[in-house]
């Protein structure tokens, strides 16, 4: 979860670590199908092909956050419900954590992209088409395989707005 928040929150990209590999010690080699291993290369292959260091973090609606949120030059609001009420100051609380759906969108609107933990439990978040660029083919990633399957009819109209709820909710 943390890596894919990094990347759509605004990070310029994500470290992970393993001290057997970095020391080259003894079982290096095994170290590198390690799970984190795995995941990094998963999280390699969603974001490679992708323009992810243009996205910018969207700027959450009035009353979302109950501490004071932090403010982002360019940032727009496109997510117009669907979101639990988040508390900033409690953002390392695992309960509140499973809860926030992560999202950003490209300044010239040509890529949106928005993650949603294992345990969000809402209906879906309703997103502001008009902030796209054009028509958009909408697919859901699954971050565990890096499989991508297809929304609906797409190209999507960039015309009003619709709700995206993940898949099994």
Known sequence: RLMHWNIVCGAIGHGFGN??????ASGWKQQLDSPGSQALGRMSAIYRDRPWWRLVPEQPKAGYFIGEPLRIAGAETFILSGQEHYDNVLSLDEARGEKFVAAALTPDGRLLMAYFPHGYSKNG?????????GPSVA???DPHSAVEKPIGNTPLPNQGTRVFAPPGT
């Open 125 to 133: 978040i309703e997103v502001d088409m008009t902030k796209l660029s």
């Open 19 to 24: 001290g057997t590999i970095w020391k080259l």
């Open 139 to 141: 697919k859901w990633i």
